[in-house]
Each structure stands twice: as structure tokens, then as C-alpha cells.
């Protein structure tokens, strides 16, 4: 992989499959930006899954500070890494990658602490049931964060096995069907490409999720994802992606950069992109 002559001394990226929605270089420029780093950029890397390994590590010895990961990597950037925080070896998934000077690659795990400090108040989760749809990588996070933090967590995905495999890994519960919960958390890439009827594909309905519960989308679109459309009219409090994706993408500034990340400005320039 070739570096081309217009890019800066340092920039970061973030890779997935796909990545064209990804607002992320939107909310690090800005970042950036704020805190004087005229000459970092962030980029979208669209990676398929066959390539990732390898692009990834030539980028660790190109000028690379560090990449977010998202669908479908999570798994797979951990495995590249050379070296590992416990929480993302514990969840078994990192969406955060760091560069060495020497083209090490260091792997840690954002969405965790990030799902946790988005939540609202009255749904911290001790003492509280939450259910997790999905199991990939995101799911991994949220499963290890809410269990940390006090909760019961109850694991559904689509083809039950891997539900079953992933809650007795990290100590949930697999379930089939509707169940009740205090805080659903949508970690499926349901929602995504905007179908208004996607959200039936998932165990939810009115007489399961409405007031007194919290449902938060992993996934994020202009307008709110259908699922979160649904769940307001059933009466229940939500969090949407990007709420997720300001508080893990601090998170990640901080590791690359070593300094605070400017969280005003990257929600406003999230704000502003979904006005446009």
C-alpha cells in the first residue's frame, strides 16, 4: 500500500465493511482540528474482511497513529495485535487499534466504557436487566460492560448457537423470544440500511419495552433508526448511536493523542452533518 503525496504526517482511520456511513471522520476532524492538530486527518478505509489483517498491519509502518474498527472486525482486530488492554482480552473484541513506533499494534476496547456513560440517569445498570441483541463484536462489549457494571444480562441472537456460546463465555444468559428488560441494547446491524420495518425482525414490542425502559441503538441513520422511532412510541427512554459513538470515540482520541478529547465539539460536528 502505497501512501499518496497529499496525505499529512500523522492521520487515523477507521476501517469496516462496509464504512461509506460512518461519521466518524466528521467527529475526529473536528477534534482535531480543536486541538490544533492542523496536520492529522482521519479517513474512512473500507476493508473487506479477506484484506483486513493485512492492510492493517502495513498501515501500522505508513504514518498511521491508530484506526477505530467496526462491522464486521472487532473480533478480527484483536487477533492482529500484538498486544492487548485486559478489557478488550476479556470482551475478546477491540475497536480501537493504536500504532507503535515500530509497527507494533496495540488493541483496546472503547464501546465498553462508552455504552456504560451514555446511559441515562436511573438506568445505571446494577440492580437491572438488560438484554442484548446480537453477538458479534459489539455485543461482546456491551454483554461485558453491563455485566461488570451490576447487571443481569440476557443474550439473543438470531441463530441461537452462537448466543448460547458467546452468554457462557462472558456469564450471561441465553434467551429465546421477547423477554423483559430494564435496558436494551441493539447491537445487530438491523436498522442500518433504513427499512422501517426491520426492527420486527428482533424480539421487541410494546407489550415487552415501553416506559420504565431504556433501548439503545448501536446503530445510527438521519432521522433515528426505526427501532428507536418504535421504541419512543411505545414509551420507552433511548439512546442513539451517535450518543455511543461521541463517548467511544473520546475514548480513542485520548489513547491516540494522549490529551482529553473536545466532546462538545465532536457532538456538534455529528449535529451538524446529520442537518445536512
Known sequence: MLTPRWLPATYLGVCGWPVR????????NAALKATGRDDWRYLRLPLPPALFSDVVQSLATRGFRGVNVTIPHKEQALAVASSASPMARAIGAANTLTFGPDGEIHADNTDAPGLVS???????????TALVLGAGGAARAAIYALAQAGGEVL????????????????????VHGQKR????????????????????????????????????DMVYRDGGTPLLQAARAWGAETVDGLEILVAQG????????????????????LEMSDSQ
Open 21 to 28: 456511513h460512518s461519521r466518524s471522520p466528521q467527529m475526529q
Open 118 to 128: 451514555s446511559l441515562p440517569s436511573g438506568f445505571e445498570p446494577a440492580g437491572k
Open 155 to 174: 443474550v439473543w441472537n438470531r441463530t441461537p448457537e452462537r448466543a448460547r456460546e458467546l452468554a457462557s463465555e462472558l456469564g450471561a444468559t441465553a
Open 181 to 216: 428488560a430494564d435496558i436494551v441494547v441493539n447491537c445487530t446491524s438491523v436498522g442500518l440500511y433504513g427499512d422501517p420495518d426491520s426492527f420486527k425482525a428482533l424480539p421487541l414490542s410494546a407489550d415487552y419495552v415501553g416506559a420504565g425502559s431504556c433501548v439503545v
Open 250 to 269: 473520546a475514548e480513542s482520541f485520548q489513547r491516540w493523542t494522549g490529551e482529553p478529547a473536545p466532546r462538545p465539539v465532536m457532538r456538534a460536528a
